[in-house]
Structures are given as structure tokens and as C-alpha cells.
């Protein structure tokens, strides 16, 4: 069922989009740690800290992603990472607007509750990312 044919069914049935939309894991950390080693531990480290082995070269220096729950109240902002993955809120840092990897980070878009309530579509890789990330953050 495609995504607009989703929406219009659950909006026929007076059921919330989103609802119709997401899934009992919405995320697969495990996948995303994969993916998250494969992209972005170049410059992020192998433990999302910020210290990669390119970490050293770059002018603006990586940022210590365990920490982003700290920096935000003690709450993992959501929409803010997702938005710097697919582009949305570029970095001047990565000389383009993210993901450097292009097409990889692009696909079929799967809703995400935000703590709003309201929903943020991604893409599978980027939500596998995020369930990753949210999981490594230091308390």
C-alpha cells in the first residue's frame, strides 16, 4: 500500500496516519549501528563520540553524538538528528548538506511520532540510525 493510499485509509476510518504508519519497532538499532560503522564512524569514532580517525583533519571537529540527550534536557531530539541526516538542517562542517552518501539515505519514508505528537517522515536507514544513536546516549 503506498504511502498516500495509507494516509487516505486511515483517514476514512478515522484512524490517525501515523497509527496506520508505524510499526511495533519503528527502528532496528543493531542495522543501524551497521550502517552508523559503515558511514559515519569515519568521522564520528566506532562509538559515536566524536573521535574518529578523521576527526583530527577536520575544521569543524565532530560531535560526541552519546551526548545529545544531555545537550537537549536530558531528551533525545528527534527531530533535530533526523533533519541533519537527510539534509534537512545542513552542515556547513560535511561541505554539503548531509548524508555525504547520497542515495543511500534515500527510499521509502516510514513515519516517526516526534514528541509533539506530530509525525517526521525519514527513511529506513536514517530511522535505524536514530534507534542507534538514541540507544548509545549516556545518562
Known sequence: MTYLRTVLFAATFGLSPLAALSQDTPGDAERGAET????CAT???IE???HG???GVLVIKPTD???LSIG???VF???RVIQRIDGRDPLVSHGSPMPVYGRF???RDIALKTPTGQPILTSQPIVDIVAYLNGVQVK
Not at 552508523?36 to 558511514?39: A, D, G, I, L, W
Open 72 to 74: 537537549n534536557d536530558g
Open 36 to 39: 552508523f560503522r559503515t558511514h
Open 65 to 67: 553524538l552519546t551526548r
Open 48 to 50: 559515536a563520540s566524536g
Open 77 to 79: 531530539p528527534l527531530v
Open 105 to 107: 539515505f534515500e527510499g
Open 43 to 45: 568521522c564520528h569514532g
Open 53 to 55: 580517525p578523521m576527526a
